[in-house]
């Protein structure tokens, strides 16, 4: 060994142990989170919440480490720097991120915080229950007011929400998002008044009746060992709020949620949530046991879900080639349908209250609420106490329709009950990542939509893995989708890809 | 506050919350071993079970700590525990114990040992699976070998057995146990000889048959809400192995095993982990966020499990109540059959391979034989590759019986593969602590039959609560059992209720 190789070896060794630990650490949690979600009984919730507490106070400890930041300064020596291996080059530079950005944040601060996401999501389920937006405000300003807080200790980009922005797609501005959601808004907004005044609309008659929910449990399973999503490294289980959660790579969960009255939930949900499980089941297993073992972006990540549920699970090719199995599931429900009237019926373009049920055109318009809103939290302190009140007002504007409960409103998400506070802008980045990946790929799978019309999913499959999904956060998303397209991200592909389909389905 | 007030608080306080997050961290361990055994997939065992290690390590650190060591000193001085609450000094005495025997392992051999086990399931299940004894042997000459060295750390009490007892059972010896397993085969071998040769045996003929999964289900869930068991603390799972698992006071796990051709097997085995749910969660909530809320010693645990088990679940009045629901559910399968018929069929004395389907009577000699086997592993450095030898022929010795493969012979139980050697004889022990209990709640409650017969079993759940569920660990074993019936742990009430009972069943 050279002397710079042993001058690296040691604290890079050392280096890997904690990162490892953080890792395991973050993997154990993730256990636990699926656990509550899932079926964890009531009565222990309080106490769970505070072992979580508990848990992730090391964690935290762990990734503010006085050690930890001896060890990056190091590893950030540029004669060292040169030493490194990719891999290593970046777990420094990510990890370098999340010390700076932890060692701001009193770890007393982080412990209450990680509590009360913790009780909140309970606290959510049941207000969305019960109607009960008043039960869950206490929640909600608490977890508003930390989140101004961290804002402040981490420093107000060019506006606070622009700090939770980057937290979840590095780099992106509220001046970049105003004008990419400007340029859907632009295209999607007429497209969406041409539907509306369409003279041939699609049936969804047949959408309508009861579905055994053991039959939909079989299909959904079916479909998603046809996606190439593999059972041994992950599981299919039933929650409120469906969820993909990767623990690690060989253990990455799905769940959904079934409906008797709508097929389509279940469905969807179940592609959707698969989307997100071919990514994280197919990075680099070179990447386990370090915290770039993950999606790279939480953009990338929805991209990946919305790309599976809408551009294969939603494309005609798709149900030519599965609408037989579906019939043999509900024998007798779906016998006169053919597969032009389900993709038809499956894309009906209808103003909804419910985000996760929307269809892919006035979806991005739920997330552009959002996103205002969550703007407004921020940028202009809305009190969180005046939230149904403007949710209730942008949804009659935006879409022409107005809840008549705060369970179909502003509760129906769980996301700001973790605090996910800057995340609902990925859905429709996801959107677009996703239209502008595919325009490439068909172009590299000629054949792509015969492939697909006849039940060859993992070629597309194999074609994500080698663009995305292998390198983990190894790549940053804005280098992911240059090195695929060769250009930044665009609102046009989206835009292109949704006018082609909805003209075609709506004889426009 | 006085100077000794004073002194107390400060170190009672930064003791409570080290023992809080042990407690804690004992907590999360559990929900990902329960995870481990009900579902989690395959491909993540790896990596979980290094992250299993990580946590338990540093459980481990916590639990070794100088820190820990210097309040401990200080909380035993006696002028300061002259000022301690009943739960602080037994909560003190306790972690003594713990420290100076966790202080004598060295942190790398107790990890070693964790992520050992924790793979070391795993592998048992496959091996009892493919009936490859051979590719279990490495894991268990590991355990064994590290067993010995822990021993040999702690210190061979009169014998190194005696070591391993001791922390099942605090203060058993190998001394007692066999004076105690003497006595019982003094007088029930000869009853099970009476038995065989006895004209007028039970029909089992109607427990043959094919019995829906579903419908086992819906019956085993009925019968746990009938022992008072409480599902908004808990949850009924499957696994290979039946468990309980007490996560916390508000979450108790039992799960269980359907057989579609034998319905005894969930029956049973699920008021038996009922048995032990019922134990963890009626602990006193005052013994939360500390190592007391738990079962005081494995003997009272499996005193409780037995006792639902056998003196209840397999009594004459139990199945004149729970019968016709039991036919309700099984429509046309046991139309014929009067309770007496049933309590006869499912008490009958039959030597058997497997231990956990075998009667109350010959269970027994189960549990001496491997207790035998156990001594001979550690008192006689019986090579673990020679296990099947000697397990077969004590079978065929004890049983008269001789396993034809290894899945039903040496591998069929889970606790060796988690090192829980000194184990086993927690369920003798448990049937005669159990006869012992209940020879006194017939005295204090003089219609206890009756009430089981009408399906009032809340009374006895609260007699057993005020008696033995509440304590936790605050008791030791033997003070329940001299407080309950004025006398030490004796053989002579499991005899006798055992000959009272199989006289009158095999009309001897």
């Not at 190789?5 to 280096?15: D, N, Q």
Request: aromatic share 10%; charged share 25%; glycine share 6%.
């Amino acid at each position: 060994m050279s002397t710079v190789e042993l001058a690296v070896s040691s604290p890079l060794k050392r280096f890997r142990e904690i990162i490892s630990q953080i890792k395991q650490y973050e993997e154990i949690l993730g256990v636990v989170y699926w656990d509550m979600r899932t079926g964890a009984p009531r009565k222990g919730i309080e106490l769970r919440s505070e072992a979580v507490g508990a848990l992730s106070s090391e964690t935290f400890k762990l990734s503010t480490s006085s050690e930890l930041g001896e060890l990056l300064a190091k590893l950030n020596e540029p004669e060292i720097q040169a030493e490194l291996s990719e891999i290593d080059r970046r777990l420094v530079e990510e990890s370098t991120k999340e010390y700076e950005r932890n060692r701001k944040i009193p770890p007393e601060l982080h412990r209450e915080y990680v509590v009360l996401t913790s009780q909140a999501e309970s606290a959510w389920e049941e207000a969305k229950e019960n109607n009960d937006f008043a039960g869950f405000v206490p929640y909600l300003e608490k977890i508003v007011a930390i989140n101004r807080r961290f804002i402040e200790l981490w420093g107000v980009k060019s506006t606070p929400y622009d700090t939770l922005l980057d937290m979840y797609e590095p780099g992106l501005t509220t001046v970049e998002l105003d004008r990419l959601f400007g340029e859907l808004r632009a295209r999607l907004v007429p497209l969406a008044e041409q539907i509306a005044n369409a003279k041939d609309k699609p049936d969804t008659s047949f959408l309508e009746g009861t579905f055994d929910k053991e039959a939909q449990k079989t299909f959904s399973k079916l479909i998603l060992k046809e996606m190439g999503y593999d059972f041994e490294a992950g599981r299919l289980d039933e929650s409120v709020h469906p969820f993909a959660t990767g623990l690690s790579i060989g253990d990455v969960r799905i769940t959904t949620r079934y409906l008797t009255d709508d097929i389509t939930s279940a469905l969807f949900g179940t592609i959707h949530e698969g989307g997100h499980a071919l990514y994280e089941q197919n990075i680099d297993p070179e990447l386990a046991r370090t915290t770039l073992s993950t999606g790279t972006s939480m953009g990338i990540h929805e991209s990946q879900s919305r790309l599976w549920e809408n551009m294969v699970g939603r494309s005609l090719g798709f149900w030519k080639r599965y609408l037989p199995d579906l019939k043999a599931h509900f024998p007798g429900q779906l016998d006169n349908v053919t597969a032009e009237q389900f993709y038809r019926g499956i894309n009906v373009v209808q103003p909804s209250l419910i985000r996760i049920e929307a269809d892919e055109l006035t979806y991005n318009l739920h997330i552009m609420i959002r996103y205002e809103i969550e703007k407004m939290l921020f940028n202009e302190d809305l009190n969180p106490r005046d939230l149904p009140e403007v949710w209730n007002k942008k949804y009659s504007e935006a879409l022409g329709i107005t809840p008549s409960t705060d369970s179909e409103g502003v509760l129906q998400d769980v996301h700001w009950s973790g605090g996910a506070f800057g995340y609902f802008p990925s859905y429709s980045l996801g959107n677009m990542y996703g239209a502008q990946m595919v325009d490439v790929a068909r172009r590299e799978i000629p054949d792509l939509d015969d492939q697909i019309a006849s039940g060859q999913l993992l070629p597309l499959k194999e074609w994500l893995t080698k663009q995305v999904y292998q390198y983990g956060k190894l790549l940053q998303p804005a280098e992911i989708i240059e090195r695929i397209s060769g250009k930044p991200l665009q609102s046009s592909y989206l835009c292109d890809y949704l006018e082609n389909k909805y003209r075609e389905i709506y004889r426009l």
